[in-house]
């Protein structure tokens, strides 16, 4: 078969892979913004549920936490009596999400500790309670210092995605495993997929670089 051929298969396994990246990256950073919060709040129920979702998430392989979500969950849900069979791509974003969303905390907390101590002293000077030091002061300057490192997550999400294909979603991965299985014809396949990979993280990057960039701007004009 001509490479040419191979085009139109693979590009409808990279448009799923696509959505899978830009659902499960939203995601990811909602659950990373209130973890990372929640790792440091004051409350200790919820500072040791945050803890326990970040180390659990992050101590664990991402493929064995997408096989207990699309395999062994139902299995729980039929002893409880209650349907819980997810679909391959609910599975598969909520797998990508809580794993990129457990590492995103730590970056949250990481930037929210890095806050000046002299800007919460001034903030309390002012009578401002918990929220308003954490949306007027802490967020506005530590946001901007989260841009790098979620860049690097989201393109290592997006080369995860990878692992869906294993539960039968029909993702890059997957499609050019199909064709290779009907073809034999490993070395085009795989050298066609490698590179629509790195086109795809080359665009990420560059968005991920602008909204780096806007949100850099946004805190020198505030």
């Given at each position: 078969?001509?490479?040419?051929?191979?085009?139109?298969?693979?590009?409808?396994?990279?448009?799923?892979?696509?959505?899978?990246?830009?659902?499960?990256?939203?995601?990811?950073?909602?659950?990373?913004?209130?973890?990372?919060?929640g790792?440091g709040?004051?409350?200790?129920?919820?500072?040791?549920?945050?803890?326990?979702?970040?180390?659990?998430?992050?101590g664990?392989?991402?493929?064995?936490?997408?096989?207990?979500?699309?395999?062994?969950?139902?299995?729980?849900?039929?002893?409880?009596?209650?349907?819980?069979?997810?679909?391959?791509?609910?599975?598969?974003?909520l797998?990508?999400?809580?794993?990129?969303?457990?590492?995103?905390?730590?970056v949250?907390?990481?930037?929210?500790?890095?806050?000046?101590?002299?800007?919460?002293?001034?903030?309390?000077?002012?009578?401002?309670?918990p929220?308003?030091?954490?949306?007027?002061?802490?967020?506005?300057?530590?946001?901007?210092?989260?841009?790098?490192?979620?860049?690097?997550?989201?393109?290592?999400?997006?080369?995860?995605?990878?692992?869906?294909?294993?539960?039968?979603?029909?993702?890059?991965?997957?499609?050019?495993?199909?064709?290779?299985?009907?073809?034999?014809?490993?070395?085009?396949?795989?050298?066609?997929?490698?590179?629509?990979?790195?086109?795809?993280?080359?665009?990420?990057?560059?968005?991920?670089?602008?909204?780096?960039?806007?949100?850099?701007?946004?805190?020198?004009?505030?």
């Amino acid at each position: 078969m001509d490479w040419q051929s191979y085009l139109a298969p693979l590009s409808q396994g990279a448009w799923v892979t696509v959505e899978l990246t830009v659902y499960s990256t939203i995601l990811g950073a909602l659950l990373a913004f209130l973890f990372g919060i929640g790792r440091g709040a004051h409350t200790r129920l919820l500072r040791w549920i945050s803890i326990g979702y970040i180390e659990i998430f992050r101590g664990t392989s991402l493929l064995v936490q997408l096989f207990w979500l699309y395999f062994a969950l139902p299995v729980v849900g039929q002893a409880m009596d209650i349907d819980l069979q997810l679909a391959p791509v609910t599975a598969g974003v909520l797998a990508l999400a809580l794993n990129i969303g457990a590492y995103g905390a730590e970056v949250v907390r990481g930037a929210l500790k890095a806050v000046p101590r002299s800007q919460h002293e001034a903030a309390i000077a002012l009578n401002f309670t918990p929220r308003q030091r954490l949306w007027r002061i802490d967020l506005p300057q530590a946001i901007p210092e989260m841009m790098p490192p979620f860049g690097n997550l989201a393109v290592q999400n997006l080369k995860d995605t990878a692992l869906v294909s294993l539960i039968s979603l029909g993702d890059l991965a997957f499609r050019a495993e199909q064709i290779r299985n009907f073809t034999q014809d490993s070395t085009t396949i795989y050298t066609m997929v490698l590179f629509m990979y790195f086109g795809m993280a080359l665009v990420l990057t560059a968005l991920m670089k602008l909204l780096e960039h806007r949100v850099g701007r946004w805190r020198t004009e505030n």
